[in-house]
T-cell receptor
Framework: AQRVTQPEKLLSVFKGAPVELKCNYS??????LFWYVQYSRQRLQLLLR??SRESIKGFTADLNKGETSFHLKKPFAQEEDSAMYYC????????????FGTGTRLTVIP | DTAVSQTPKYLVTQMGNDKSIKCEQN?????MYWYKQDSKKFLKIMFS???????INETVPNRFSPKSPDKAHLNLHINSLELGDSAVYFC?????????????FGPGTRLTVL
């Protein structure tokens, strides 16, 4: 069965400090992994997905199949990064059913 | 020109009532979804529709019935509302049902059952 774990419910960092939001997954097949973000008073939106191997707003995430992790990283946090971050896994094949982690609320302290 | 819209934004009702939440997308997508976000902010898939056919039903109580009159609309009807149904309900859509597809979310409907 699919499972996504985000161990940190709350994470606070100072502006300019590096940030890492942890995500571990459990999935028997080949996973498709995403990070979605929800800024205050805005709708949930895609931040990045592992298949694209891109950097969005300075964030990157690398899929580590050995550790079954997909941690989200940014070298220098900005105040506007404060938001709720969800790691999500898509599957099984033939369906686009997103399984979300419980989310991590990131607060960047000025 | 909102991509995925939901109505109403807020819904307050008494236990035992029947209510509906509407969702519309103007992206031309084939697949639509309903998610439930509980008080702890946990998001869970409820239903998925592809070209008006139900393709996923994640063991949701049968008091919840999705209805898709066409592929641009996916409405959620809830019978005999219970206190535990209080949550934020999100509609979403994607181009098709490929696992790599991005999902686009609506603004959410906050349902409060008294």
């Amino acid at each position: 069965a699919q499972r996504v774990t985000q161990p940190e419910k709350l994470l606070s960092v100072f502006k300019g400090a590096p940030v890492e939001l942890k995500c571990n997954y459990s999935y028997s097949g080949s996973p498709e992994l995403f990070w979605y973000v929800q800024y205050s008073r805005q709708r949930l939106q895609l931040l990045l997905r592992h298949i694209s191997r891109e950097s969005i707003k300075g964030f990157t995430a690398d899929l580590n199949k050995g550790e079954t992790s997909f941690h989200l990283k940014k070298p220098f946090a900005q105040e506007e990064d404060s938001a709720m971050y969800y790691c999500a896994l898509s599957g099984p094949a033939g369906a686009n059913n997103l399984f979300f982690g419980t989310g991590t609320r990131l607060t960047v302290i000025p | 020109d909102t991509a995925v819209s939901q109505t109403p934004k807020y819904l307050v009702t008494q236990m035992g009532n029947d209510k509906s939440i509407k969702c519309e997308q103007n992206l031309g997508h084939d697949t639509m979804y309903w998610y439930k976000q509980d008080s702890k902010k946990f998001l869970k898939i409820m239903f998925s529709y592809n070209n008006k056919e139900l393709i996923i039903n994640e063991t949701v109580p049968n008091r919840f019935s999705p209805k898709s009159p066409d592929k641009a609309h996916l409405n959620l009807h809830i019978n005999s509302l219970e206190l535990g149904d209080s949550a934020v309900y999100f509609c979403a859509s994607s181009q098709d049902r490929s696992p790599t597809d991005t999902q686009y979310f609506g603004p959410g409907t906050r349902l409060t059952v008294l």
